[in-house]
């Protein structure tokens, strides 16, 4: 059965749960000396980058290859994309390698479903243009919940870019999916209309920020910025940088990478022991192990990583049952073609 991960809202909070417990039992793989164990074996697995990625795409091709996939790693630069040939034709094209799941990582929103409608293989979001990334919001939630122990009722609060921001959007649905309480915050230029409806509240000032336990501050994303959205990025980090006279001493940070120094975060608080930053990079191959594991062997005969899975969430999740959402086509209208440097909308309608 295909199945895919697009969004954070193909989750409930059981999948996620389910995840992060698998991501955990796979750290102790990660703690080996030899960090593999067979469960993907002879599956392929197709990186798709059209986008500039570092942590996103190394992390997804180590933890392919950790689970013994075979990995194919395509990047828009160099390839027949790079002569004009369509998404859709890459797809189909490397869909003769016959993948049980493409990873794609695009500029365009809404590129991920349409994948998964061109390929019989399963399909994991990596990153549509600012719409969602919701493996990097599940490293999230697995990052803080190893550090503090507990999700439910922490005080989140997300600073920054959020209208360029698909790291913001997937992590708003999975923190409160979670039980967190979260707001948002920064220059009302960078706050996307209706955001709230995602379940936040907005604050256009860092004035209430001590009540947070957390602070997930944002990359100013100026490569997305057709107009200047803020009157300087003096100013900007001046009301909106977190630095030592901002971060409490009870509070944790978080930032997915990669960062501007000195512009949304001072150099200081970036090496402060309060930062989970490099926690968040290591987190990136357990958690996406798991979300490979997940929709391509969970249900399946465990061989191999039963032997390695020591926790008790592994033998539960060995009985779970399709739980993340399988994605079929809506019958809704889309483009088909998709042109590099196309914008694609996100597609309307109701989620399976
Ligand atoms: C994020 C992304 O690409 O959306 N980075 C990442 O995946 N580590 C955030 C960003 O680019 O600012």
Redesign the pocket.
Known sequence: MKRSLLSIEDLARADIERILDRAESFAEVSGRAIKKVPALRGRTVLNLFY??????SSSFELAAKRLSADTVSVRAQGSAVDKGESLKDTVQTLSAYDPALVVI?SPWAGAAELVARWTPAGVVN??DGKRE?PT?ALLDLYTLWRRVGRLDGLKVWIVGDVLH???ARSNILAFARMGCEVTVAGPPTLIPREIESLGCRVRSSLDELGEADVIYA??M?RERMEEAFVPSLREYAERYQIDARRLQPHQILMH???VNRGVELSAQVIDSPQALISQQVES?VVVRMAVLYELLASGEEEEGVAASATTAAAARARDADGAVAERLPDGSEHPIEVAPGEHLAAPAGPRP
Request: glycine share 14%; no cysteine.
């Open positions: 986008e500039a990625s570092t942590r996103t990582r990596a990153g990334h990097q921001s698909r790291v944002l990359r994303q997915p990478g990669p990136g």
